[in-house]
Nanobody, 115 residues
Framework: QVQLVESGGGLVHAGGSLRLSCAASGTILSRNFMGWYRQAPGKQRQLVADHASGGSTNYADSVKGRFTISRDNAKNTVYLQMNNLKPEDTAVYYC?????????WGQGTQVTVSS
């Protein structure tokens, strides 16, 4: 079993920054993807960014140049540095880990950006 614990959400003014963290515990395979998705009210959950254990990263077009995903494989932790936040970034952010045939989700952390 795998558990994901997120932290770092909150309320920030437009143009501000936040850093999200997600620590995974349990049976973590050496090859996996860890990443962040978000879900705004009334919308589907969408990819923000993900990071393969081998190093490759992938970003949604809407966050390129503003958000940076990184990970510490030794700690099984993934981070999302969010800069120049916009009101449209307001959502619940979910951590996701995918390994072999299984996908795990965190409980979500609220990010609210005021204009």
């Amino acid at each position: 079993q795998v558990q994901l614990v997120e932290s770092g959400g909150g309320l920030v003014h437009a143009g501000g920054s936040l850093r999200l963290s997600c620590a995974a515990s349990g049976t973590i395979l050496s090859r996996n993807f860890m990443g962040w998705y978000r879900q705004a009210p009334g919308k589907q959950r969408q990819l923000v960014a993900d990071h393969a254990s081998g190093g490759s990263t992938n970003y949604a077009d809407s966050v390129k140049g503003r958000f940076t995903i990184s990970r510490d494989n030794a700690k099984n932790t993934v981070y999302l540095q969010m800069n120049n936040l916009k009101p449209e970034d307001t959502a619940v952010y979910y951590c996701r880990l995918a390994q072999f045939t299984k996908t795990y989700w965190g409980q979500g952390t609220q990010v609210t950006v005021s204009s």
